[in-house]
């Protein structure tokens, strides 16, 4: 992974309107024969930079400075305004400018504050050899009705995204968005997390506005053979481009990643029609209630996972049409997910062998009735208090040791539950929500240790996959002979 080169956050207009308010509103203090020049400049200045905006897009971050130059600049015009006397027609008096100077630059630094807090996130330039193309695709389960609605002949339909390896695409070829095929998908789907997060919609338009490297619809790369398989389920509530820079790169690796929506789950689902499906979770108080219908979700989600698996089965095999006709190889088939999603690869995996590794990324088992599964694991955790949550890592080692192959447990110091997602790129750098890593750092270490055990468990990579997994954290290791 190639780290981006991520500027201030603001574009040269954002920056020059931040200036132009603050001089507007120090001009009051400056000697006398400065200050007329001094506010003229500066609301030429302000007055210019907002036209700009106003043609390519207010973010609401600049919100609080235009409003507090706008304030200024109504002061500012009639102090300019001369008597016969020559003095200004009017001029605030000193102990009630103070004041009002230090409140309006407290509100133009919110500005600067909240972009850097809430950018439009950067993604790291995938450092693979190939180049990565993306793909939408919705199938619908024939055999399994859908139990979120009370429509007897409603089935369980998925929406799945393919980012693949693919062939380099012309210069200026249009990026995907991320969140959405279009502008109005990306802000739906985040404008639903920031409602299922209890924030504003608006706080998470940066990131409906962000474009990511994969490019829509481009035609596969001719490498020869078939690509392994990486099946991605995200967080409760969460969507399917979730850990979009994470899949980028491992497609420029060659792998195919399919991340999965599962409606009624997912924040929302924007269907082939068109219809937004929104999510139905929630929590009711009764934590009895609350881990019977957190179960059931789980059942749910890995029920999709193995019909997305036979669904890319059929497309290999080109009984679904598509350019991957020979592309997916399904034997070398990795499941996986964040989360309530991690939890869900473990039960994908202990029904159905055709997964042939698993990676649980954060996510407490939600199995009523644990047993052994047959394939490696992987699972990656943020260090957690036993008080807080006693059940958590135990739960986990219990379901680790029932495995017949081998189990990794890698507790990665200074992550937090949204480290090992794109959240660090578009949320504030606050430890508890995304760690204490870079906002890049996270992804290199979800990423290095990620691809170390699918090198390792699709490809037969050589080396030692514990050394490589202990240089990020706290390992232990479950053998099935019970040695540590």
């Excluded at 200036?19 to 001009?27: E, I, S």
């Excluded at 507090?68 to 009639?78: D, H, I, R, T, Y």
């Excluded at 630094?109 to 995938?126: E, H, K, N, S, Y």
Aim: overall charge neutral; aromatic content about 6%.
């Amino acid at each position: 992974m190639t780290e981006s080169i991520q500027g201030p956050g603001m574009s040269l207009p954002e920056i020059i309107a931040v200036l132009g308010a603050v001089g507007l509103v120090l001009a009051r203090w400056l000697p006398p024969a400065c200050r007329r020049p001094t506010t003229i400049g500066a609301a030429a200045v302000v007055a210019a930079s907002t036209v700009v905006l106003a043609v390519v897009g207010v973010r609401w971050q600049l919100v609080p400075v235009l409003v507090c130059a706008a304030v200024m600049l109504s002061l500012a015009v009639p102090a300019l305004v001369r008597g016969r006397d020559g003095r200004p027609a009017w001029r605030a008096r000193w102990w009630l400018a103070l004041p009002g100077t230090v409140v309006c630059l407290g509100l133009i630094a919110t500005g600067p504050a909240a972009v850097w807090a809430l950018p439009v996130p950067v993604f790291p330039r995938p450092s693979g050899q190939l180049a990565v193309g993306t793909t939408v695709l919705q199938w619908t389960d024939p055999d399994r009705p859908e139990t979120a609605t009370p429509a007897p002949d409603d089935r369980r339909a998925v929406v799945v995204q393919l980012w693949y390896p693919a062939r380099p695409s012309a210069v200026g070829a249009e990026r995907a968005r991320y969140g959405g095929r279009t502008a109005h998908e990306a802000h739906v789907v985040f404008g639903a997390l920031a409602d299922y997060l209890g924030a504003p919609g608006f706080l998470l338009d940066g990131a409906a506005d962000a474009r990511t490297w994969s490019v829509p619809e481009a035609a596969v790369a001719d490498t020869g053979g078939r690509f392994p398989v990486v099946l991605f389920s995200p967080g409760l509530g969460g969507v399917r481009t979730q850990n979009t820079a994470w899949a980028e790169e491992l497609a420029s690796r060659g792998y195919v990643v399919v991340g999965v929506d599962h409606p009624y789950d997912s924040a929302a689902v924007v269907l082939a029609d068109g219809t937004t499906v929104r999510t139905r979770v929630g929590a009711t108080g009764d934590d009895a209630v609350d881990r019977r219908s957190v179960d059931d979700w789980t059942a749910i989600r890995a029920a999709d996972l193995r019909f997305v698996l036979t669904q890319l089965g059929r497309l290999d095999r080109g009984e679904i049409r598509g350019p991957f006709t020979d592309r997916l190889d399904t034997d070398r088939a990795a499941v996986t997910g964040h989360s309530v999603g991690g939890a869900a690869a473990l039960l994908a995996a202990r029904h159905d062998a055709r997964f042939a590794a698993v990676i649980d990324i954060d996510g407490a088992p939600h199995d009523p009735h644990p047993q052994p599964f047959h394939q490696p694991v992987l699972a990656l955790a943020h260090p957690v208090d036993p008080a807080v949550n006693p059940t958590y890592l135990p739960q986990l080692t219990h379901v680790l040791n029932l495995g017949t192959s081998t189990g990794y447990l890698l507790v990665v110091p200074g992550s937090a539950h949204l480290t090992f997602t794109d959240a660090p790129l578009f949320l504030p750098p606050v430890p508890s929500l995304v760690g204490t890593q870079s906002r890049t750092g996270a992804l290199r270490m979800t990423l290095a240790t990620t691809v170390a055990f699918l090198d390792a468990t699709l490809r037969n990579a050589p080396g030692d996959l514990a050394a490589r997994l202990k240089a990020y954290g706290e390992l232990t290791v479950h053998r099935p002979d019970g040695r540590r």
